[in-house]
């Protein structure tokens, strides 16, 4: 089983940042991709960036010279920095690693707001 564990989120003024963290532990044997999406109320889950295990990473439109996506291997931890954040970035931020199939992690809330 693999668990994933993220923090970070909270309430933001626009123009703000924030840097979200995602660890993932349990059989875990490889560098896997791994990504982060979100879903904002009465929409649907989308992708925000992810990152493949050589490291080539791939963003939204909607996030592109605002958000960098970046993994520290040795840690198993995926990290997602977030600036001049604005009010539609106000979502459930989710990390999702993919081994044989996606594993999802229990969401962190980004919220911003003046």
């Known amino acids: 089983q693999v668990q994933l564990v993220e923090s970070g989120g909270g309430l933001v003024q626009p123009g703000g940042s924030l840097r979200l963290s995602c660890a993932a532990s349990g059989s875990i044997s490889s560098i896997y991709p791994m990504g982060w999406y979100r879903q904002a109320p009465g929409k649907q889950r989308e992708l925000v960036a992810s990152?493949?295990?050589?490291?080539?990473?791939n963003y939204a439109d909607s996030v592109k010279g605002r958000f960098t996506i970046s993994r520290d291997n040795a840690k198993n931890t995926v990290y997602l920095q977030m600036n001049s954040l604005k009010p539609e970035d106000t979502a459930v931020y989710y990390c999702?690693?993919?081994?044989?199939?996606?594993?999802w992690g229990q969401g962190t809330q980004v919220t911003v707001s003046s």
């Open positions: 999702r690693i993919t081994i044989s199939r996606n594993y």
């Open positions: 990152i493949t295990s050589g490291g080539r990473t």
